[in-house]
C-alpha cells in the first residue's frame, strides 16, 4: 500500500485518501504528521494499553458508579482519579491474562456460552435471547466480539482467584484474636486547645509576610489552566424533531419489554437505625432497643422523620438524606427488613429488627409489580429511538464539523448550522468541572493535550465533543502583591495551630498522673469532654471526626486508665486525651458471633492474598506508564 502511495504521491486520488486518514488521526488525537504513531498510555510486558482502551474503561466503570451510588455518584466520581482506575483494570486483566496462559488455564467456547446463556439480562422468558442480548450490549455502547474477549478475562480471573483462595485456610486463635481487636471498645476523656482562640491576637507584619511567601512559596502555587470553545452534538437535541413511525415504536417495545418495561414490586422506604454491634450482649441489646422504641413512638405521634433520622439514625449513609433508601424492589434489602417494607402501606411507620439493629422504618410509596402498556411505554420509546437516532446525527455531525474545523471554519459558525450553540468556556484547570460539561470529566484533560488554535474531536460515550483550544496558561505562582491577603491569612491560621500546639504541649507536661489531668484542664479553664465506649477500630471518635492517631495510641496504651503522653492535633486543634476503659468483647459475644466472623474473616484473609497476588505480578512484570497520556507524571513499575 505504501509503495503504491509512493508512486503516485501527487495524485488527486492519493490526496483524497490521505485527507481521510487525517481526519480520522485528528478524531483520535493522533499527531498530524502522517507517519505519526498511536501513543500507548502504558506498556506491559511489551503489551501496549492505548488511550481508547483507557477511555471505554473509564466511561464503563462511570456507569457502573452512577448505578452503585445514584444521586450520589457526582461527589464519588470527584474523589476518584476514573483514568487511573481504569487503567489499573486494564493493566490487571493483562497480567492475569499472562499468568492465566502461563499455567495453562483457558475458557472454552462452550463455558462461555454457557456463562452469555445463564446471564439474566439476556434472557426473555427465562431463556436466552438473541434480540435482548444484542440491545443491551447496544445500549451499553458495546459490540458482542468486545464484550465476549472481556468475558473471558472475568472468568479467567474468577478460575484463577478461586484456585488461590482455596489455599486460604485461617486458625481459631487467629480468628478469636481479630474479633477482639474489632471489637475492643474504648471510652474517652478530652480537652482542646482550639487555634482559633489564637488567631485574634496574630498581627503579622509586611516583612513577615514576605519571609512566609518565599520559605513557602509553592503552597501558592496556581495549576495550569485553558480555555476552550465547544459543540456538545446531544443525541436528544440534535434529533429533538426526529418522529419515529409506529412501527419503530412496535418493534422497540416489544424488543425490551421484558427488560426494559416490565416492573417488579417496589417501595420507596426511610429508616432510622439504632445499631447493634455484633456479638452485643443481652444489655446492650436491650438498651439500643428501648432508644429505638423511643424513636418510634415521636415518629408514630407526628415528630418529623427527617428530622428525627438526622438526629438519632447511626447509618451514616443515609442519615443527612432524612433515612431516604430510594426506592428499591425484592431481594435488594436483608430479608427481614424486605419482608416488613413489602408488608407496609404508605405512611405507616413501623419497627424492625435486622441483624445490624433496629429500624424504625417509613414507607413513603408503594409501587405494585406491573409492565407498562405500549401507550405508557410510548414515550420512553420515542425518547430512546430518539437518542440513538441523535448519536447517529452526532457521529455524522461531528465527522463533517471535524474536516470543516481543520479546514479553517469556525465552531459558532458550524453550530448554528446545526442549530445548536458552541460553548465558550472560562479558565479552567485540569481537574475542574467544565461550565456546560459538568458531567463529561474527559474534556478538561483532552483540552490540555493540545496546542493554542488546536481542533480535536473527544469522543464522549454518546454525546461526543468538538473542541478548540482558545487559550492555555502554564502554572505559575503569583507574585506577593496579587495574593498578599491569601498570604497573611495562611501565615495567621499555621502561627496560630503552632501556638495551640505549644500551649498543648506546656499543660500536658504538667500531667505526671491520672489525677493531674482534670487538674491541667481547671488550671487552664478547658471543659472536659467524655465519650462513651465506641468501637476502636471505626477510628472515628464521636463529636471529632476520624482521629486514628488516638485509637491507635489507645490501643497499646500499657495502662488502663491512663492519659495518651503526647499533644494530638486535628484539623489544626490540639487535643489531650486520657483513655477512661478498654475493653475486649465477652466470651459469651464471641460465641453468638463465632460463625459469621470467621466466614467475614476468612473471606477477608483471602480478598488479601488475591490483592498480594496481583502486586507480586506487578512487581515482576516490565509497567511503564505515559503520564502525558494519561494526565500524571511519568512513572516506571
Known amino acids: 500500500m505504501l509503495e503504491v502511495m509512493?508512486?503516485?504521491?501527487y495524485s488527486w486520488g492519493t490526496r483524497i485518501v490521505l485527507g481521510g486518514l487525517a481526519v480520522i488521526f485528528a478524531f483520535w488525537g493522533i499527531g498530524s504528521g502522517f507517519f505519526a504513531q498511536v501513543k500507548p498510555v502504558a506498556n506491559v510486558n511489551g503489551q501496549r494499553i492505548l488511550s481508547d482502551q483507557v477511555d471505554r474503561e473509564a466511561s464503563r466503570l462511570r456507569d457502573t458508579l452512577g448505578q452503585m451510588y445514584g444521586a450520589d455518584a457526582p461527589a464519588v466520581l470527584k474523589s476518584i482519579n476514573l483514568r487511573q482506575a481504569a487503567l489499573d483494570q486494564l493493566i490487571e486483566r493483562q497480567l492475569i491474562t499472562e499468568q492465566a496462559r502461563h499455567l495453562g488455564l483457558s475458557i472454552t467456547n462452550e463455558a462461555l456460552q454457557q456463562k452469555i446463556a445463564t446471564t439474566k439480562s439476556f434472557q426473555r422468558d427465562g431463556q436466552f435471547d438473541l434480540d435482548t442480548y444484542q440491545e443491551v450490549l447496544r445500549s451499553n455502547n458495546l459490540f458482542p466480539h468486545e464484550y465476549e474477549a472481556s468475558e473471558r478475562?472475568?472468568?479467567?480471573?474468577?478460575?484463577?482467584?478461586?484456585?488461590i483462595e482455596a489455599?486460604?485456610?485461617?486458625?481459631d486463635d487467629e480468628v478469636r484474636h481479630a474479633f477482639n481487636l474489632k471489637n475492643e471498645k474504648i471510652g474517652l476523656r478530652y480537652?482542646?486547645?482550639?487555634f482559633a482562640d489564637f488567631t485574634a491576637k496574630i498581627a503579622p507584619t509586611e516583612q513577615q509576610i514576605?519571609?512566609?511567601y518565599k520559605k513557602n512559596i509553592e503552597q501558592f502555587r496556581e495549576p495550569a489552566r485553558a480555555r476552550i470553545i465547544f459543540i456538545h452534538y446531544a443525541p436528544l437535541v440534535l434529533a429533538a424533531t426526529y418522529a419515529p413511525s409506529d412501527k419503530d415504536v412496535d418493534d422497540y417495545y416489544k424488543r425490551n419489554l421484558k427488560t426494559q418495561f416490565t416492573h417488579p414490586d417496589q417501595v420507596h422506604a426511610r429508616h432510622i437505625l439504632i445499631e447493634v454491634a455484633e456479638g452485643a450482649t443481652e444489655a446492650e441489646k436491650a438498651?439500643?432497643?428501648?432508644a429505638a422504641m423511643d424513636v418510634l413512638k415521636q415518629a408514630q405521634a407526628g415528630g418529623d422523620f427527617k428530622k428525627l433520622a438526622a438526629k438519632y439514625s447511626e447509618d451514616h449513609s443515609t442519615k443527612i438524606e432524612g433515612g431516604d433508601l430510594g426506592t428499591f424492589g425484592r431481594g435488594q434489602m436483608i430479608k427481614p427488613f424486605e419482608d416488613a417494607v413489602f408488608a407496609m402501606k404508605p405512611g405507616q411507620i413501623v419497627f424492625v429488627e435486622t441483624r445490624f439493629g433496629y429500624h424504625v422504618v417509613k414507607l413513603d410509596e408503594s409501587k405494585p409489580a406491573h409492565t407498562d402498556t405500549i401507550a405508557e411505554a410510548r414515550p420512553k420509546v420515542i425518547d430512546a429511538l430518539r437518542t440513538q437516532a441523535g448519536a447517529k446525527l452526532g457521529r455524522e455531525a461531528l465527522d463533517s464539523d471535524l474536516t470543516a474545523a481543520l479546514g479553517g471554519a469556525s465552531l459558532p459558525d458550524l453550530a448554528k448550522k446545526r442549530g445548536i450553540e458552541a460553548v465558550e468556556t472560562p479558565l479552567f484547570a485540569a481537574n475542574d468541572r467544565i461550565i456546560g460539561a459538568e458531567q463529561d470529566h474527559e474534556l478538561g484533560p483532552a483540552a490540555f493535550k493540545l496546542e493554542v488554535g488546536e481542533v480535536r474531536a473527544v469522543p464522549v460515550k454518546g454525546a461526543p465533543y468538538l473542541i478548540k483550544l482558545l487559550e492555555k496558561r502554564p502554572s505559575r505562582i503569583p507574585p506577593l502583591?496579587?495574593?498578599e491577603a491569601q498570604v497573611r491569612d495562611a501565615l495567621i491560621r499555621a502561627t496560630a495551630i503552632a501556638d495551640a500546639?505549644?500551649?498543648a504541649q506546656k499543660i500536658i507536661a504538667t500531667i505526671k498522673t491520672l489525677a493531674a489531668f482534670d487538674k491541667a484542664a481547671t488550671d487552664n479553664k478547658l471543659a472536659i469532654k467524655t465519650v462513651d465506649p465506641f468501637p476502636r477500630t471505626e477510628h472515628s471518635i464521636p463529636g471529632i471526626g476520624q482521629f486514628p492517631e488516638v485509637t491507635d495510641a489507645a490501643g497499646v496504651l500499657p495502662t488502663i486508665p491512663g492519659v495518651i503522653d503526647r499533644v494530638m492535633e486535628n484539623r489544626g486543634n490540639s487535643y489531650i486525651f486520657e483513655v477512661a476503659s478498654r475493653t475486649e468483647p465477652t466470651d459469651e459475644q464471641w460465641k453468638s458471633a463465632q460463625k459469621s466472623f470467621t466466614q467475614e474473616f476468612l473471606d477477608q484473609r483471602r480478598a488479601q492474598a488475591w490483592t498480594q497476588f496481583l502486586d507480586h505480578l506487578k512487581d515482576q512484570a516490565k509497567i511503564k506508564i505515559d503520564s502525558e497520556q494519561l494526565g500524571s507524571s511519568e512513572q516506571s513499575m
Do not use: C, W
Request: proline share 3%; net charge positive; charged share 25%.
Open 167 to 171: 489455599g486460604i485456610q485461617v486458625s
Open 501 to 503: 500546639h505549644n500551649q
Open 191 to 194: 480537652f482542646e486547645i482550639p
Open 153 to 163: 478475562v472475568v472468568m479467567l480471573q474468577e478460575t484463577l482467584r478461586n484456585m
Open 287 to 290: 438498651k439500643a432497643k428501648l
Open 481 to 483: 502583591k496579587e495574593i
Open 210 to 212: 514576605a519571609d512566609y
Open 6 to 9: 509512493r508512486r503516485h504521491a
